[in-house]
């Protein structure tokens, strides 16, 4: 069996809980499930069909809303078995009405739109403070043609956590 586990966490420092309410991340699904892979004709590299899956950050008051993903990278995809995957953000809206997303890639770094690569350990904030935050995440996952030339059954597992900010 072959699956990616998302998970969420909501951390807020008491400092930042006394100036914004708290926030939590919740998920369409915790779960991607690809079950047993069977190995390509021609020994060629799999890839999964594209998923999505829907985040939703909710907090108790108007604020800066946001996300950061996390998890075992490859540069700039994620680990998944011996393979990786790779993620990118659909539409976003912020209490019902579409909204672009910036990313802040690091200090001393510009905010950029949304749409290009993700990277382990950006921010993710919507343009202007809210309470909702729904993103749609888009997620492929792939195992190269060495995946397949191990003799004995594997399972092949990522996580990915999403926190909220």
């Not at 998944?80 to 001393?108: C, I, N, T, Y």
């Amino acid at each position: 069996m072959s699956s990616i586990r998302i998970a969420t966490l909501a951390a807020c420092s008491a400092l930042s809980l006394a100036a914004h309410g708290a926030c939590e991340v919740h998920l369409s699904q915790r779960a991607l499930d690809y079950g047993a892979l069977h190995p390509p004709a021609h020994q060629q590299a799999w890839q999964g069909p594209a998923q999505t899956v829907q985040v939703t950050v909710r907090c108790t008051q108007p604020q800066p809303v946001g996300f950061v993903l996390a998890g075992d990278g490859l540069g700039d995809e994620w680990a998944f078995g011996g393979g990786s995957v790779r993620l990118a953000l659909g539409e976003a809206w912020l209490d019902g009405q579409p909204v672009a997303l910036l990313r802040r890639a690091g200090k001393g770094q510009a905010e950029h739109q949304a749409g290009t690569g993700l990277r382990l350990g950006d921010t993710w904030l919507a343009a202007s403070p809210g309470q909702v935050l729904q993103v749609q995440l888009f997620i492929e996952a792939r195992l190269p043609a060495e995946a397949w030339q191990a003799r004995d059954r594997y399972q092949a597992r990522g996580e990915l956590l999403i926190r909220a900010l």
